[in-house]
């Protein structure tokens, strides 16, 4: 599988855009462009998780490669500056695939020398390898490194600072034992086999990170050089890079590589995906586990990654991405964890809308507890363990459901005129369309959304359900008896006459917002669908004749006036300002899926609906995985993340759903 031409890896513009990921499961990663330049200040080769899965701090930023063969330089690397890009390594740059680990193969000295560099980490430890293997040459090559190191919150950019002293020693086994500054964490780092070190320390200036440019942020920054590594590789043979900020010496090599290799395959198989016989599923549940993070030793809480480089852990994110990433791979298990973990995370009847790395929990998010609702059913619809849901989840479930009839914080209520749930007050984003810029909040939705009440409708029929699975006949009725009010209201409120389709906002005043948005088609997709029949079939048409792209939903139909056709490049206003206002979101397609299965049955239609993004989202952005948002026109370039847990597990389902 030819993920990338050759003329695409060679040409900057659209090398530099995109970008390679690896992760260890427990927070940290390492990323950065396919050209070789860290073109984001969250680029880095090592950039662990401190508290896993928090505390992300970008500490080993990149290595500068020197080639020499006979009386030849060959530069590998390559970096922007304010007026040039040098070097410019990408230029022999002719094959690159992420899988099983991210691979770049280059070709120079008239084409006689091939060189091959892989990156991966160990599983479960801060630690990364980085390995150069020679294929082909003449004659053996001499090779030199040049490590280059940030210590900073991966959030900033670092500029030359005093305290920054960056003393290195050797520790007796060998390695050598990197401090930035007095009380940072050491890091570790040496070559395998052993390579020549030498002292030459010193500071590089004014890196440019083009993409924080087109943000319109700080981007520039200066890397701290300790020294640099020296030796010579024969074909067949390779020299290793390994940097930890764990104690214990890491595994070698050719182990850590083949454990790695070893605990992919089993996730395919456990998936029940044959080798090589659905290659778009294999690289889809192998980008579904960079997201997942199980509990162990070292991480208090299973959970789920939002998204790469930025995002950490979102109740709402985690929700509505658990079911492709979790259940679809058959990873039942850690769903449970899942579940269980956010189920005692709990208070006043909501799950937190995310953990901050500063500690601690925020709960601003109306549906973030009901989409919990959802993963709780779909859980144990899938796995058969109706024990845990009935035993452990019922008792929490049933609290939220308490709290939002008798009214919780943010004026979330059930109103009891109607059984409709609203939500909402002046300066706080409740919904997943939750951009806010100082004191802006851009799409309120105050009130009765239209997705809050189909996701209510379904919370009331899971609820239902789970009581009876439990033997509480009296209770399933009772939640059957209000879901039944919630049902008949939702059409007399929602239903929009003119256009055949949903409000998406019942606003305070009881007035409907007729913005033609995706929100609606929640209420033809949920297991429990509060529209059926002609209406719902009226909804997906008109979502898909306003609001479908080739990689996913537009958030606001085209014409209307607050519509936006790209998201930036520009500030935190502009971008946001774009959002959720015509920017297209992959993950919606799950959704839209679904809710076109339900009313036309045509699983060759869903098949080609959601082609472009197997052929182009999974290549055009982070390599092997799938971006979190789209321009609302063509040629819909992605943007945002570049990695999104909630994408890639919306497309796998929807691509296991009609395989």
């Known amino acids: ?109 008239e084409d006689t020398v091939v060189l091959e560099k892989r990156i991966w980490m160990a599983h479960g430890d801060n630690t990364v390898y980085i ?31 005093e305290g920054f002293h960056g003393t290195t020693t050797m520790e007796a086994d060998g390695r050598l034992k990197f401090v930035a500054f007095d009380e940072a964490h050491p890091l570790f780092l040496h070559s395998d086999p052993p390579y020549a070190f030498s002292d030459h320390s010193g500071w590089f200036y004014n890196f440019e990170h083009s993409r924080e440019a087109e943000r319109g942020l700080d981007s520039t920054e200066d890397l701290y050089c300790p020294g640099r590594f020296d030796g010579t590789l024969n074909v067949g043979d390779t020299l290793t890079i390994i940097a930890t900020v764990e104690t214990t010496p890491p595994a070698a090599p050719d182990v850590a590589l083949a454990a790695e290799e070893k605990r992919q395959a089993k996730l395919l198989m456990d998936a029940g995906l044959e080798p090589g016989a659905d290659a778009a599923r294999e690289a889809l549940t192998l980008a579904a586990d960079q997201f997942v993070i199980p509990k162990t030793s070292k991480v208090s809480r299973a959970t789920i990654i939002a998204g790469y480089p930025w995002f950490t852990d979102w109740g709402r994110d985690t929700m509505i991405a658990l079911p492709g990433l979790c259940l679809t791979t058959r990873r ?57 849901a009935a035993e452990e989840l019922l008792p929490v479930l049933e609290d939220i459901l308490r709290h939002h009839i008798a009214g919780t914080d943010f004026q979330i209520k059930a109103d009891p005129a109607d059984g409709l749930l609203s939500a909402g007050e002046a300066g706080v984003q409740l919904t997943w369309m939750d951009a806010r810029v100082g004191d802006w909040v851009v799409t309120p939705r105050t009130g009765k959304p ?87 079939a009226q909804v997906v048409d008109a979502v898909e004749q306003a609001l479908l792209t080739p990689y996913g939903l537009r958030t606001l139909a085209p014409g209307s006036p607050d519509y936006k056709p790209h998201y930036g490049p520009g500030d935190q206003g ?41 052929a182009e989202g999974l290549r055009c952005y982070c390599v092997g995985s799938v971006p979190e948002i789209f321009d609302a026109e063509a040629p819909f370039a992605p943007n945002g993340c570049v990695a999104q847990a909630w994408s890639v597990s919306e497309l796998l389902r929807t691509l296991a759903a009609v395989s």
């Open 1 to 109: 599988m030819t993920w990338i031409t050759r003329e695409s890896l060679q040409n900057w513009e659209e090398s530099s855009r995109r970008e390679w990921l690896v992760t260890n499961g427990i927070g940290g990663y390492g990323s950065a462009s396919l050209a070789g330049a860290n073109t984001r200040r969250y680029h880095g080769l090592l950039v662990p998780a401190f508290e896993p899965p928090l505390g992300r701090a970008v500490l080993f930023s990149k290595i500068e490669e020197e080639v020499r063969i006979e009386d030849e330089l060959y530069l590998l690397s390559a970096n922007k500056y304010p007026s040039l890009i040098h070097p410019q390594g990408y230029r022999h740059l002719v094959d690159y695939t992420p899988i099983p680990v991210p691979t770049f193969t280059y070709v120079f000295h």
């Open 131 to 161: 390995q150069y293997c020679l294929i082909k040459a003449p004659e053996f090559i001499k090779l030199g490194l040049v490590p280059l190191m940030a210590y900073k919150d991966y959030h900033t950019e670092q500029h030359r600072w």
């Open 332 to 388: 039942f298990d850690v769903a449970r964890q899942i579940l269980a973990d956010f189920a005692h995370a709990t208070r006043d009847g909501l799950i937190p809308n995310r953990f901050s790395d500063g500690g601690g929990e925020e709960y601003n998010t109306v549906d973030a507890s009901l989409w919990f609702f959802h993963a709780a059913h779909q859980y144990a619809e899938l796995s058969g363990d109706w024990v845990f």
């Open 450 to 536: 239209v997705e809050i009440n189909a996701l209510w409708y379904n919370a009331l029929r899971v609820t239902a359900l789970i009581a009876q699975k439990a033997g509480d006949d009296a209770k399933a009725k009772e939640y059957e008896d209000r879901a039944a009010v919630v049902k008949a209201s939702f059409k007399a409120a929602f239903w929009n006459p003119a256009m055949h389709s949903l409000f998406d906002v019942i606003n305070p005043d009881g007035h409907p917002d007729p913005s033609l948005r995706p929100n609606q088609i929640f209420a033809v997709s949920l297991p429990f669908a509060v529209i059926e029949g002609e209406d719902a």
């Open 574 to 614: 502009v971008r946001d300002g774009a959002y959720h206002q015509g920017t297209v979101w992959p993950w919606l397609i799950g959704a839209f899926a679904e809710a076109h299965l339900k009313v036309h049955g045509d699983k060759a239609r869903v098949r080609e609906i959601i082609e472009p993004l197997l």
